[in-house]
């Protein structure tokens, strides 16, 4: 395998473009971070453009680095000087894949259970959505307008999950959303409300959608009209409203109760 040893090599410095959300889209592609992420992209079908790690990361992680580079289209050493240029976080791995995005388009099952971000922004809560809706076998997840699911961060929080759990970002919600109902799915709009229906004492007797909204905002207005059902989770004490994360994980193990 070729050394790359400066950070202003093309090959590096296009992988480093990648930690921008516009360079992203532009190009179909993202960069992937540490040996598990990377290993879990080959082992999941995620197309790897590049491997690019440095030779002691090569050694320490192994099992990690076969698996990897028989997949690859092309494989490069780094020095540590390249490898910082890639780096997102502060103790590297100093390994690094560039992968292509996913582009099917997920279809809608009528009995199936999604969770919907409308206008979430945090990666750390889209990461972390996407391993409960893994774990609690959900049928797929939806990103509206938002936090990019190829984001860093996103990516790390979700522990491989957005590489093999159904995932899709859409450019239309609201399109989407209408099609779930002309299949007869009930679309949930989570909301601090007391006055909504409490999500415990719902009756599911078909496929849903939950749509969970923005960490300050909400559910936007625009996508609220669009929703079926208002429900909320019901809460004593003093807190009026929960973590994005945290009530969406409290909600889908509720639906999946009742949608067994």
Request: glycine letters at 8%; hydrophobic letters at 45%.
């Amino acid at each position: 395998m070729e050394l790359l040893t400066s950070k202003n090599n093309p090959r590096v410095k296009a992988a480093a473009a990648l930690l921008d959300r516009r360079e992203r889209k532009k190009t179909g592609l993202f960069l992937l971070e540490g040996a598990r992420l990377c290993a879990d992209a080959a082992d999941n079908g995620v197309i790897i453009e590049t491997l690019l790690l440095t030779q002691k990361a090569a050694d320490k992680y192994a099992a990690e680095f076969e698996r990897v580079r028989e997949t690859a289209r092309a494989a490069f050493f780094l020095s540590e000087e390249a490898a910082e240029k890639l780096s997102d976080t502060q103790n590297s791995q100093y390994f690094f894949c560039v992968c292509q995005r996913k582009t099917a388009d997920l279809p809608i099952d009528p009995r199936g259970l999604y969770v919907f971000l409308d206008g979430v922004q945090n990666p750390d809560n889209l990461g972390a959505v996407s391993r409960t809706a893994e774990a609690l076998g959900f049928t797929g997840l939806i990103v509206g307008a938002g936090c990019d699911p190829y984001a860093p961060k996103a990516l790390r929080s979700s522990m491989g999950a957005l590489l093999r759990f159904p995932v899709t970002a859409v450019a239309d919600g609201g399109a989407w959303l209408g099609e779930c109902r002309e299949k007869g799915l009930r679309v949930l709009a989570t909301v601090p409300d007391p006055s909504a229906e409490d999500i415990t004492r719902l009756r599911l007797t078909s496929g849903a959608v939950l749509v969970i909204g923005n960490e300050g905002s909400g559910v936007s207005d625009e996508t609220l009209s669009l929703c079926t059902d208002r429900v909320t989770i019901p809460m004593v004490g003093k807190a009026e409203s929960l973590n994005a994360a945290a009530a969406a994980a409290i909600a889908m193990f509720v639906l999946k109760q009742k949608n067994m």
